[in-house]
């Protein structure tokens, strides 16, 4: 089940959604730009290593660029290959655009950031002695998903469903497909060990769950929960050609 694209128009133009995307294909592209040995060492300088966050143990003083409370932000602009990008810019995308007209620029900042430190500190908590780096945006992307659900389950999400060989695009509720995408996540989380390496479960639903926590006191008052995705706007109406008439002041 992928989502390509949701019927909820914006009232503003995302600005602080498309300079994420842009600042994280940046910073993609200046990874592979680097040798494969300085690429791995910036995932461990700049990604969180919960050992390090912790005070358990120490990077070498030629990787050590960050206070390590930092790299809690700066994780979130590293991803780990080009569909770890791609997969992440196309969720935040479809769905981010609404969140930030819902709450407008400035709070949609705040809200991201808080939603991405809540992500890295779930997974973190969970396995403290790791020496393992965690990067990507996924986890303060799910904060946005899970203040989606609570404010536009109703709206229509076109999807790629894929069985087998076969695929089909349907349009699905955004209720079903954020709630098939937690309920994947959180099962995933339960059978596989914090300290794994791979996918960042707990991190997607410390994100999705600070999303659900955060949308209320952030959202502008006027936006309703559980609310009717948004109309387009109306076209511009053409002026009437012809004859003016009076009255004449």
């Keep these: 089940m992928i989502p390509l694209h949701d019927d909820n128009p914006t009232r503003i133009t995302p600005f602080v959604t498309i300079a994420v995307i842009g600042a994280c ?142 695929f089909y695009f349907v349009r699905i509720r955004a209720a079903w497909v954020l709630g098939f995408w937690i309920v994947l996540q959180v099962f995933n989380a339960a059978i596989a060990p914090a300290d794994a390496g791979g996918v960042a479960w707990l991190a997607h639903v410390g994100g999705f769950g600070a999303g659900v926590l955060l949308i209320g006191p952030f959202k502008y008052r006027h936006v309703a929960f559980f609310g009717r995705a948004r109309p387009p706007p109306p076209p511009p109406r053409s002026p009437r050609r012809g004859r003016r008439r009076g009255p004449w002041g």
């Design 25 to 166: 294909v940046l910073v993609f592209l200046w990874q592979i730009s680097l040798p494969p040995g300085r690429a791995e060492a910036a995932f461990y300088a700049y990604g969180v290593v919960p050992a390090v966050l912790f005070g358990e143990v120490s990077l070498p003083p030629e990787i050590h660029v960050l206070p390590p409370a930092l790299t809690v932000v700066s994780s979130m602009f590293l991803h780990g290959g080009w569909m770890h990008l791609i997969g992440n810019m196309a969720y935040l995308w479809i769905f981010g655009n609404n969140i930030e007209d819902a709450m407008g620029h400035g709070r949609f900042v705040l809200f991201y950031v808080l939603c991405g430190v809540a992500a890295a500190l779930a997974q973190a908590l969970a396995a403290p002695g790791s020496e393992i780096p965690m990067i990507g945006a996924s986890g303060a992307i799910s904060g946005v998903l899970g203040a989606y659900l609570l404010l536009y389950p109703r709206a229509r999400v076109l999807t790629l469903l894929t069985l087998g060989f076969f």
